[in-house]
């Protein structure tokens, strides 16, 4: 149980698209929602709290036009990353808090975005 | 300071030795207490959490909290090629759901 899948696990695209990273719990319903960023060799960021809802609360240094959030069910949330550019390439991560049985995070398996 | 500090490694241990993997942290209003195991480019896993002081034991893995020293430990004993992983400890209060994050350390298991 407690099992959160991302889609898509890799992704390239071009200077300037938009891309949209889904976050699904399999087997709960969460309303809480998290999206980490993590750089090579380094621990994780948070970027951003979802809320089924509700707007998402953003770390001090996220940019929320360019990190666009929306948590529309207890089992889906998405990242859209906007007008993407080099620097946004990462690891981006979501958990989901699973609250009956366990009452913590659990994690997704990343998703590697490439912007060329 | 670091809210939480943890060795980045790479700690490099022979199979099937006891591997002792540490945290400190500052605040003592942390109660909640995880410890996430993490391949290379896949997502954290679960590996324990603890609720305040004291031991718990899954298996050959063992979590230790000494709320009165701010140190949390992890234990693996008989230690396999295939925990080679990056484990990261992650500490919460009681009412916010947001984890604190050590930097994670790098382990190695030499078969």
């Known amino acids: 149980g407690a099992v959160v899948s991302q889609h898509p696990s890799r992704v390239i695209c071009k200077s300037g698209t938009s891309v949209k990273i889904e976050c699904r719990s399999l087997d709960f319903q969460a309303t809480t929602m998290f999206w980490y960023r993590q750089f090579p060799k380094k621990s994780l960021m948070l970027m951003a709290t979802?809320?089924?809802?509700?707007?998402?609360?953003?770390e001090q240094g996220v940019e929320k036009d360019k990190f666009l959030i929306n948590h529309a069910s207890l089992t889906l949330s998405t990242l859209t990353v906007t007008s993407a550019h080099p620097e946004d390439s990462s690891f981006y991560i979501c958990s989901a808090r699973e609250t009956v049985r366990h009452n913590e995070q659990f994690f997704g398996p990343g998703t590697r975005l490439t912007v060329l | 300071q670091k809210e939480v500090e943890q060795d980045p490694g790479p700690l490099s241990v022979p199979e099937g030795a006891i591997v002792s993997l540490n945290c400190t942290y500052s605040n003592s209003a942390f109660q909640y207490f995880m410890w996430y195991r993490q391949y290379s480019r896949k997502g954290p896993e679960l590996l324990m959490y603890?609720?305040s002081s004291g031991n718990k034991e899954d298996g050959r893995f063992t979590a230790q909290v000494d709320k009165s020293s701010k140190y949390i430990s992890l234990f693996i004993r008989d230690s396999q090629p295939s925990d080679s992983a990056t484990y990261l400890c992650?500490?919460?209060?009681?009412?916010?759901?947001?984890?604190?994050w050590g930097a994670g350390t790098k382990l190695i298991i030499k078969p």
């Open positions: 979802s809320n089924e809802g509700s707007k998402a609360t953003y």
């Open positions: 603890t609720y």
């Open positions: 992650a500490i919460r209060g009681d009412s916010n759901y947001q984890l604190i």
